[in-house]
């Protein structure tokens, strides 16, 4: 069994100023997202500079106000009538991939509009740079000891462990570090790989819905059910499953009609 990392949520305290892992996160995530956009832009003849600096920011408000109010109205909609300040206390967690996806659109479509892009050139264009965000969110989720595993089973199992949130002190699975490897990492690594080469417009962003949708939907097999929500169908299925799966046939579709429409928006720079 691995020793949980008691780590101090907040990083770095002057005085009243307290800033927490979590936002520290959430920092990095953007930082990185801006990174890797500006080394693709420079691949690209249609791209500038002034142009990934908006995507980011336009899409840093998206994940922020849209993962916040998605898990609002998704898991904890009683908490948030109960104590309505508790919607903009983002650094104590509560964000919902799927919420901060909503938001990312509804930012898109207003850069889209400002730069006179069609909506899949940018998706495509952003989509290698979102699992990296998805990689330093699940850390920050560790590191707040939220959103930990179910119980191992095995009790040879060797990368269980105990977290000091949980009131029942069982030894279960890391499945924040799972999810940070698996829906960051090597989703990352697959849509950078996949988008070094020119695609049919709408591939990478299909990709991306597929490839986060089936790792989701695996790793949720590990995760602890919200304890307000528990199973929602046969006994089995979570809330993050039922959310994942319309990704996945969209996913497919998208990719299939991608594929079959054959419209490319780039060619390698020389």
């Known amino acids: 069994m691995l020793t949980y990392p008691n780590i101090n949520p907040i990083a770095i305290e002057l005085g009243p100023l307290k800033v927490h892992w979590y936002g520290l996160m959430y920092l990095l995530a953007f930082l990185c997202a801006w990174g890797l956009a500006n080394y693709r832009a420079k691949q690209r003849t249609d791209w500038t500079a002034e142009m990934v600096s908006d995507l980011v920011f336009y899409g840093a408000l998206g994940v922020v106000l849209g993962g916040r109010v998605g898990y609002v109205l998704f898991y904890e909609f009683d908490k948030f009538l109960a104590n309505p300040t508790w919607l903009f206390q983002v650094w104590t967690g509560g964000m919902s991939f799927h919420g901060g996806f909503i938001g990312v659109m509804v930012a898109m479509l207003l850069w889209c509009k400002k730069y006179q892009k069609t909506w899949f050139q940018t998706m495509d264009f952003i989509a290698p740079c979102v699992p ?49 490897l698996c829906e960051g990492l090597l989703l990352f690594i697959i849509l950078w790989w996949f988008s070094s080469k020119p695609r049919p417009r709408m591939a990478v962003s299909a990709l991306f819905l597929m490839g986060y949708g089936l790792s989701r939907f695996f790793m949720e097999f590990f995760r602890e059910p919200d304890a307000d929500q528990g199973f929602i169908l046969f006994g089995w299925v979570t809330k993050g499953q039922m959310l994942s799966f319309p990704m996945i046939i ?19 720079n020389k």
């Open 132 to 180: 990296t965000g998805l990689m330093f969110g699940r850390i920050g989720n560790f590191i707040g000891g939220e959103l930990y595993g179910r119980p191992v089973t095995d009790p040879n199992y060797p990368f269980g462990m105990i977290f000091p949130t949980d009131p029942l002190h069982l030894v279960r699975h890391p499945s924040q570090i799972y999810q940070a």
């Open 250 to 268: 969209a996913g497919l579709l998208l990719l299939a009609f991608a594929y079959k429409r054959k419209v490319y928006d780039w060619t390698v």
